[in-house]
Each structure stands twice: as C-alpha cells, then as structure tokens.
C-alpha cells in the first residue's frame, strides 16, 4: 500500500530534550515535507525537501532541523523543543511536479 | 502579503444536497492547487487537483473550478453525504511551496 508513515503518532516531551520524528514513503516520491497544524491557523510548511540532500526552509522553519540522507526518509528533529512546538505534525511526500501529494497519520507533540 | 483563505469556516447542508467550498488566493503565479478533505484524528487526504491553465476537473461526485481572473477557487460535492462531513481545505503551489487555507468545516445533516 502506498503510504507515508510517521513515528510515533503521540508524543509528550520536556522542554529541552532533542527529539527526532520519524517520517518514511514507499512511493518513491522526490518530494517530502513536513508541516505543523495548529487550530486557527491550518497547515504551516516547515521545511521541505526535492530530493535527497537538498532540504529548504518553508514558511516556519525556527527551532526545527530536517535531513534528507536517503529518498524514502525525512525525519524532523527538534534539538531544543520548546512549548510553543506543542502541535500536530504532519509528513507529506509528492511527485517532483507536486502530483501524488500524500499525508502521513500526524504526530500529536506536546512539550511541557 | 500572501494568503490561501477560505471565506466560511463552516458549512452545514442537507444529505444528497450540493455543497460548495470557496477558496480565495492571492498569488497569481501559484500553478498548481489541491483540496484536501480531512477527518477528526487523521491526516489529510486528497481529493482533486487542478493546474493553472485549466478552469474545470471533475472527478466522482467532486467538481473543482478555478477563475484565475478573480482568484478564486471552488469544491463542489454532488449529492452530500454523510461521510462527507469533515474539513476541507485548499492548497497552492508557487514554486515548490505549498500553502494551505485554515478549512471549512461542512457538516451533512441527515
């Protein structure tokens, strides 16, 4: 089945402590992305990614890093994950011309 | 500045009604745009696409239309059903960013 899978689905971490999302597609898209969900506000792009080792920074990039070592992975990694990244995370893989565009599952993150 | 809005954020019709999402953007080099439906609990899923040099796509039971002129970009579902009640929203692409809408949230009373 064509999917993107994200890991974990839920998370509650303290502020601080470096945490990784994982994010992985078996559609061999070129492209990947991650955004972050909050109520009012929709879906904001933090970075993205055309292909491997190539990343750019979307709309709201601050306190987050991304790589893009292998095709099929784009993990997310917060180094100092503050409260204000407590939201709902969302991977997505695309065809390089955008067509496909697909979602993982989400990860609920809450940083206390 | 730059914006993908929608101009209801809730939408209430009755079963086998049509409803009709409204989407507005504001860059005109944005070529290529997407609604997306998204259930309570899960990520969003696709639902049709559209590139700048058309004006119309259907699919199953879904229209979208897109009028460059005004910017302006619409979801039609025929027949509204229950399953149908999620939030939907569009999507832009200019470059390689995509930019989403807040959603609309559309509630099929039975």
């Known amino acids: 089945e064509a999917q993107v899978t994200q890991n974990p689905r839920y998370l509650i971490t303290v502020t601080g402590k470096k945490l990784t999302v994982t994010c992985s597609q078996n559609?061999?898209?070129?492209?990947m992305s991650w955004y972050r969900q909050d109520p009012g506000l929709g879906l904001r792009q933090i970075y993205y990614s055309m292909n491997v080792e190539v990343t750019d920074k979307g709309d709201v990039p601050e306190g987050y890093k991304v790589s893009r070592k292998e095709k099929r992975n784009f993990p997310l990694i917060l180094e100092s994950p503050s409260p204000n990244q407590t939201s709902l995370y969302f991977c997505a893989s695309s065809r390089r011309d955008g067509t496909g565009y697909t979602f993982g599952s989400g990860t609920r993150l809450t940083v206390v | 500045g730059e914006s993908v809005g929608l101009h209801l954020p809730t939408l209430s019709v009755q079963e086998g009604d049509n409803s009709i999402i409204n989407c507005a953007y504001s860059n005109s080099a944005s070529d290529y745009f997407i609604w997306y439906k998204q259930e309570s609990g899960k990520g969003p899923q696709f639902i049709i696409d559209i590139r700048s040099n058309m004006d119309k796509r259907q699919g199953q039971r879904v229209t979208v239309l897109l009028n460059k002129t005004v910017k302006h970009l619409s979801l039609q579902i025929a027949a509204t059903q229950p399953g149908d009640s999620a939030v939907y929203f569009c999507?832009?692409?200019?470059?390689?960013?995509?930019?989403f809408g807040a959603g609309t949230r559309l509630t099929v009373k039975p």
């Open positions: 999507a832009d692409r200019r470059t390689d960013i995509m930019r």
């Open positions: 559609m061999n898209h070129e492209y």
